[in-house]
């Protein structure tokens, strides 16, 4: 259990420090990439999501980063209870952890920002049109899609390949299904950085939008958990074997 903690908290911390980082540096005034728009944002997420693995893989963890992938395995059938509670308390804990360093690392960044929005940005999510029941399907189908496709690459055995193949499916989902709420598409990497900006001296911070914020927690875990039944049902229905088996 204690390398399961450690490589999701690590590997999660990693996944927020880079994943906001880009978010960072877009939104925040006088960075070098300033501006940069949306497509090295969803980049940038990608490529956080496979480094983020990658470290959690080498402490010993599967690298889900995400508490729906321990709740999916669960669905699934794999694993017991007291490891997947574990990764998803590391999870959490890795999120707020990498949201301290992003802050940190921008930190003369804050006050040259006037837009407390952009701010919060940095953090954790936000919709583009304020629609409650439009966001959580938002949500529900964008995570749906991550646990439906990263379910199928792993049932495929793609081996070295798996951790870079799930980045690109995260890089995917940011540009073909991030424009409407950011895509949180993670429990854990909306609400531990949203904690964060709620409790760190940020210059010229605002409010940290709780009103929203059940939306990114409940969207992931619904989305999540019906894609792992829904695959798991018509993969022992059908019978069909992984590819090369």
Known sequence: MTALFLGEFLGTAVLILLGGGVVAGVLLAKSKSHNAGWIVVATGWAFAVTCGIFVAKAFGAPGALNPVGPLADLVQ???????????????????????????????????????????????????AIRDPMANLLSEIIGTFVLVLVASAISKASAGSLETPFVGLVVWAIGLSLGGTTGYAINPARDLGPRLAHAVLPIAGKGGSDWSYAWIPVVGPF????????????????????APGR
């Open 77 to 127: 059938g794999n694993g017991t209870a007291a490891d997947h509670l574990a990764m998803i308390a590391a999870e959490f804990l890795g999120a707020f952890c990498g949201a301290v360093f992003v802050w940190l690392h921008y930190l003369p960044h804050w006050k040259e920002t006037s837009d407390p929005a952009a701010k919060l940005g940095v953090f954790c999510t936000a919709p």
């Open 222 to 241: 619904v989305g999540g958990v019906a894609a792992a039944v829904l695959f798991k049902l018509i993969h022992d229905a059908t019978g069909i074997p």
